[in-house]
């Protein structure tokens, strides 16, 4: 009885994500290319933020640092556009590699690190990009790089085309997530979270795992960063410089909800739509988005996404135990 529940709850959980991914494709057909644009963006900082979420929700390690990798993304892209004359489909795999061999590599280095300590150290990690592509003439500084016009094997598309690019992108990234989580891959990364000693106990490698969870949250924000710069056709330090991108991947994480892909969605979306509902009072974005931070840590620890599965168990899904996410 128990396991047919389960295999219920589990079809209801496939047709609600079909049921969302066949709305998402046929959106464009019915919005405006300006409205497909903004939410190309909220697929991108989507990306970013289940990046994040590998890292500090499902490992347990925090960082306050991953504009960095968005900023490796992005001028991967870029350069190799630049100098070698590629698109957006090479860029994709490269600038997601190059983050992701990157952030194996710091969390290497930063693998006796934890809680705050972990926090500053990848903070500075941040600012060490920044610092580089400000000052070393090859990142053109302030200048930047301009991107040719997005294409795919030579095909040029506009701001609906690339909504497409973004929204596969993003389910693509989603599934691959939600197969690590739910592989000994993401068992091992939670173990960890819970408890280091516990966990090595049990012969769980920290080193591997540590750092695999590093690398693969890495990439995913790199490939964000790399959507982020095609989105704009253009990179330059004064966007990617900014401490700022990486306290919104975290803000995104927190909001949403922590060890959930479905917090991820929410809070990547909050972050990008917030400011452009406010309109005229968009410069005050930042301090409702720490209003809305405060009261979610007070209220709703385990994040909006805990609210909504709460809300559709009581009353959609009253019949199924159907739950958005899993821990």
């Known amino acids: 009885m128990k396991s047919d529940k389960i295999l ?114 990848t903070l500075g990690f941040a600012f060490a990009i920044g610092s580089i592509i400000n000052n070393w003439p090859v990142f053109e500084g302030r200048e930047g790089i301009t991107l040719a016009p997005n294409n795919i094997f030579g095909f040029e598309f506009g701001d609906v085309g690339f909504y497409y690019v973004c929204l596969i992108t993003g389910a693509l990234i989603f599934l691959f997530a939600w197969s690590i989580i739910r592989s000994a891959i993401g068992r ?42 095609h989105h704009t056709n253009y990179v330059s330090s004064e966007t990617f410089a900014d401490i700022w991108i990486s306290v919104d991947f975290l803000v995104a994480v927190v909001v949403g909800g922590q060890a959930s892909l479905a917090g991820s969605v929410l809070g990547g979306a909050f972050v990008v739509l917030l400011p452009y509902y406010l309109s005229e009072l968009r410069d005050f974005a930042s301090i409702l988005k720490g209003v809305v931070l405060i009261l979610v840590l007070l209220f709703a620890p385990a994040g909006l996404a805990s609210i909504f599965q709460k809300f559709f168990q009581k009353t959609v899904f009253r019949v199924f135990p159907v739950k958005l996410d899993e821990r």
Do not use: C, W
Not at 202 to 221: C, D, E, Q
């Open 188 to 229: 091992a990364f939670m173990a960890v979270r819970d408890s280091e000693r516990a966990s090595e106990a049990s012969g769980i490698n920290l080193r591997l795992y540590k750092t695999l969870s590093f690398a693969i949250s890495a990439a995913f924000t790199g490939v964000a960063g790399v959507l982020f710069a």
């Open 8 to 121: 219920l709850a589990n079809k209801a959980n496939l047709l609600l994500a079909f049921s969302v991914l066949g709305a998402l494709l046929i959106l464009p057909f019915f919005i405006e290319s300006f409205y497909a644009s903004l939410l190309s963006m909220a697929y991108i900082y989507i990306i970013a933020a289940i990046g994040v979420n590998i890292l500090t929700g499902y490992t347990g390690l925090v960082t306050v640092g991953h504009g960095g990798f968005f900023a490796i993304g992005a001028y991967t892209s870029a350069l190799m556009g630049q100098y070698l004359g590629t698109s957006l489909l090479p860029g994709l795999f490269a600038g997601g590699i190059t983050a992701g061999i990157v952030g194996f590599l710091l969390g290497f280095i930063f693998l006796r690190l934890a809680g705050a300590f972990l926090a500053i150290g």
